[in-house]
């Protein structure tokens, strides 16, 4: 990887006509990748705004908790491990019918997507005691889902069925408020067994006339979203937490109670919550976010951190987040990118001067 | 009481303001008490009231000047009445600014209800005269005006006809009242306006008093849904586990006018100006949704809003408070939509 160091190095020892063609890749670069890392942050959101679609109705008191028994327990059951993961774990205590979610907001290869669902579904049975532990309870039957926004609807049922492959597809009309779940075939008793319906008759026969959900933002993000999107939520209420408390350093531990507060990592165990709040760290330091009080400190319960921003009061802190993650990894990417592109133009040139002088001295 | 002879009481203002607070408390930095006296309020107990005493600084000489309130605390209701005969110039420098505390705000009269209580007292005495008035346009509302809608206005109008007049006003210039003299021949004068002060001008008082009971009881529905929305956390016994899950009961802020992308982009930057930073925010193209979290600068609060083009849903996150909601749905009907109306989503 190139440093930042290295970039300049190349950059001071070039001449002047050289330097110029390399602050112009840049520049563009600079641009291209602002431009990509803003449309992953808007893509996550989307992906965020369709889970929250999702749940609604399966939290406390809504709809369909209150109707089947089925309850949003809580996001990314695989967190941490190398299992690929599902968004969303919705368990029924009394039937111990567990549905594991994907939420898709938007579908290119539709193939591609339900392949990777189909082995999700797998890897989730091979890891059944792990999702035991997470309801403290039994499973009698794990049903697997693919939620996507309605106009990709048609794409996916196409693919489940014509590869006869056992998930449930919830299709969410967010402009009218409804979710449904898609009839994929006409014998009930059959798609009950091909896994395309659900067990639950009543679940079924509630989703397939559609239910009302709301886009409310009650998650307002995943462990697995965009860094710049957890740090965002995060850096705001730590801020407030330490102005509250008059401090104006944290720990680790700080930001690890405060995660478990969160109600976006509801049944999040200590581990869970640790790594996530290491990683936070690590790239909250990397990006100039939070600053390192204690280099010479190794255990990282021990060593403390400030919120590196400039003075104007928590709201600047929130929007100097994206701008400083944006800005750095940005930065980063276009100084690689413009240096490969640089060389390939010198080599080409090279190349061509080299031709030249060949054929002058033939 | 204080009305035994009502002519010693001309121009005496009553200030309404909701609290979080059922009790005075005592010197604790929680208490309204406590809170009162860390804010420079000396407080002496007058029985069932309290006398309030602070002072400011006159800008022009530098003096200290005193202001006194007496205070009544109304513990069910959890309003904090305080009269005083002090000027409304003193009352801005010294009472006002307790809205900016955690737990206070003060009685904001929609401009429905606003608008409501007018009708009635017009409807209720048909001879009603406005004697005197004052009106704002913010040009970020969609308030028609058929004279140059682009401006920021703001009218005091004195005139026997000005009844009429604040009809003429919002025709042509756009401008909502912010303050209206109502002189009700024979029975009372008052003004009322709409950050909930009340000010007797004669007559008999208790008509005063009767519609700041109505202007309280319609702020109090306003509230009442404010502070039904949660964010609980319940636990779930499992055989092996105890699970938590959240409880979350929005409210939701109806729109009058259509959400557009282009007019998403005015009330963000509406909201920005009235110290509500957005962030996390995603503004989606098309069928226009526009998702963010906002912190709520004055009262140090964090909330989420999901978006559509009808309505805005409103949920707790972080220390929310009904002042700070009240503050955020004030912020949005007076500065975008004056018809933006706060409904309960259960």
Redesign the interface.
């Known amino acids: 990887m190139l440093s930042p160091q290295d970039f300049r190095r190349l950059r001071d020892s070039l001449a002047d006509p050289e330097k110029q063609k390399l602050d112009d890749i840049f520049k563009k670069q600079l641009n291209v990748q602002r431009d990509i890392i803003d449309q992953n942050i808007l893509r996550d959101r989307e992906h965020l705004r369709l889970v929250n679609f999702c749940i609604r109705p399966f939290q406390y008191n809504e709809t369909l908790y209150v109707e089947t028994g089925y309850l949003f327990i809580r996001v990314e059951p695989f967190f941490g491990s190398a299992t690929k993961n599902f968004d969303v774990l919705i368990f029924n205590q009394s039937s111990k019918v567990m549905l594991l979610v994907e939420c898709k907001s938007s579908v290119s290869d539709a193939e591609r997507e339900v392949r990777e669902l189909v082995q999700c579904s797998e890897a989730a049975d091979s890891r059944s005691r792990h999702l035991e532990e997470l309801v403290g309870d039994a499973i009698n039957i794990k049903e697997t889902v693919i939620c996507t926004n309605a106009a990709y609807a048609s794409r996916i049922k196409s693919c489940i069925t014509a590869n006869d492959l056992p998930i449930c597809l919830w299709s969410a009309d967010q402009t009218s408020g409804i979710l449904l779940l898609e009839k994929q075939g006409q014998d009930v008793n059959a798609e009950i067994s091909r896994g395309r319906l659900h067990h639950d008759g009543k679940l079924t026969r509630l989703l397939l006339d559609g239910v009302r959900s709301e886009g409310i933002r009650s998650l307002t993000f995943l462990p697995s979203s965009h860094p710049c999107t957890i740090l965002e939520e995060t850096i705001t209420l730590l801020g407030l937490s330490l102005e509250s408390s008059n401090r104006d350093r944290f720990r680790l531990p700080d930001l690890t109670s405060l995660l478990n507060r969160e109600s976006s990592l509801s049944n999040f165990g200590d581990q869970e919550l640790w790594n996530l709040a290491q990683h936070l760290l690590n790239v909250g330091v990397e990006v100039q976010i939070f600053t390192d009080l204690t280099p010479t400190v190794d255990d990282l319960g021990r060593k403390e951190f400030s919120i590196s921003t400039r003075p104007g009061g928590l709201a600047r802190m929130a929007r100097e987040v994206r701008k400083k993650y944006t800005d750095f990894h940005a930065r980063r990417i276009a100084e690689e990118n413009s240096v490969t592109e640089f060389q390939k133009i010198v080599s080409r040139m090279y190349k061509k001067l080299e031709e030249y002088s060949q054929k002058v001295r033939s | 009481m204080l009305l035994k002879s009502p002519d010693s009481f001309l121009d005496l203002k009553a200030i309404f303001l909701l609290t979080s607070f059922k009790t005075w408390g005592g010197e604790e930095p929680y208490a309204l008490q406590g809170m009162l006296h860390h804010h420079g309020f000396q407080i002496r107990p007058l029985g069932e009231l309290k006398e309030l005493l602070t002072t400011y600084q006159e800008p022009e000489t530098g003096r200290q000047i005193p202001v006194k309130y007496v205070a009544y605390l109304d513990g069910d209701k959890q309003i904090l009445t305080c009269y005083t005969l002090a000027t409304a110039d003193q009352i801005r420098r010294t009472i006002e600014p307790l809205s900016g505390l955690i737990g206070i705000y003060h009685l904001w009269i929609n401009p429905l209800a606003f608008d409501q209580i007018k009708n009635t007292i017009l409807s209720e005495h048909p001879y009603t005269k406005i004697p005197d008035l004052s009106a704002d346009r913010h040009p970020s509302t969609d308030v028609a005006a058929k004279l140059r809608p682009e401006y920021r206005r703001s009218m005091r109008y004195r005139g026997d006809d000005g009844r009429e007049t604040l009809e003429e006003l919002r025709h042509y210039y756009g401008v909502l009242p912010s303050s209206i003299h109502f002189r009700i021949p024979g029975l009372v004068d008052f003004r009322l306006n709409n950050r909930g002060i009340f000010s007797y001008l004669g007559g008999s008082p208790e008509y005063m008093f009767e519609y700041a009971d109505r202007a309280v009881e319609l702020v109090l529905q306003v509230r009442k849904i404010l502070e039904q929305s949660k964010?609980e956390?319940?636990d779930?016994v499992?055989?092996?586990?105890?699970?938590?899950?959240?409880?979350?009961v929005?409210f939701a802020i109806s729109f009058k006018r259509t959400l557009d992308i282009a007019n998403t982009e005015l009330l963000i930057d509406e909201l920005e100006r009235n110290?509500f930073?957005i962030?996390?925010s995603?503004v989606?193209q098309g069928?226009v949704?526009f998702?963010?979290?906002v912190?709520d600068?004055v009262k140090?609060s964090?909330f989420?809003?999901?978006t559509?083009e009808h309505r805005m849903?409103v949920?707790p996150?972080?220390?929310t408070s009904f002042d700070s909601f009240l503050r955020f749905y004030e912020a949005i009907a007076e500065s975008f939509d004056p018809e933006a109306k706060c409904v309960a989503?259960i």
């Open positions: 964010l956390i319940i779930i499992t055989e092996r586990k105890r699970l938590r899950v959240s409880h979350v929005p110290e930073a962030y996390n995603a989606m069928s949704y998702d963010g979290t912190l600068e140090k964090v989420t809003i999901s559509d849903i949920l996150r972080y220390r989503t």
